[in-house]
Every structure is written in C-alpha cells, then in structure tokens.
C-alpha cells in the first residue's frame, strides 16, 4: 500500500490542486475538523457508501493515526480500487502541521 505524508497533502492543497480524501474516522472525531475538501465516510459505512468514492487516479484515505486509514486502503483495493494512498500518521500528523 502507498502512502502519503501530511506535509504532502498540505502543500499540494495549499498549490490549489484537488485531492480526492476520505476520511474514515467516527462522527465525533470529524466534529473536531477535517482536512479540507475530505469527504467523510465512516469505516465502517464504507461497504455501503462505495458509490460515492469517485475513481480518480489517486485516493488518499485518512483517520486518526493511520490504523484505520490503512484497513480502509486494503479493503477498497479488494474492491477495485486504485491510486490508494494511506495518509501516514493521520490527522494527528495534520494538526501537527498548524
């Protein structure tokens, strides 16, 4: 599985380009903010709410610490999903970011 780093994804957000993220934490942990333009879909909805993941060339997949962001990645690609990318350390590395 692929990874990306926080510091990545910042820049490139900050450069103006459009990144296709999920963010599969829980409902409380998004209440305390998400990375802009992130999609939420809670793991454990995602074998239901595969439709609304848009097959771009690259999916950055993104919780807490990285755990559950890396069982997301796995379970898309058995799905078909491509261009996974596991967002290392998560938001705790994102906020870490300012």
């Known amino acids: ?4 780093t926080a510091e990545e994804v910042k ?3 900050e450069q103006g380009e459009q990144l296709n993220i999920i963010d599969v934490r829980e ?3 998004v209440a305390e903010g998400m990375i802009p333009g992130a999609r939420h879909i ?3 909805d995602l074998p239901m709410r595969l439709s609304e993941i848009e097959r771009t060339d690259e999916i ?3 919780c807490h610490a990285g755990v559950r962001s890396a069982k997301a990645c796995e379970y898309l690609e058995y799905m078909g ?3 996974l990318k596991n967002l290392e350390g998560g938001m705790l590395k994102w ?3 300012g």
Do not use: A
Request: proline share 5%; aromatic share 10%.
């Open 11 to 13: 820049r490139r957000l």
């Open 81 to 83: 999903f491509s261009g």
């Open 42 to 44: 809670p793991l454990y």
């Open 27 to 29: 409902d409380d942990e």
């Open 60 to 62: 950055i997949v993104v």
């Open 95 to 97: 906020h870490e970011l």
């Open 1 to 4: 599985m692929d990874s990306i």
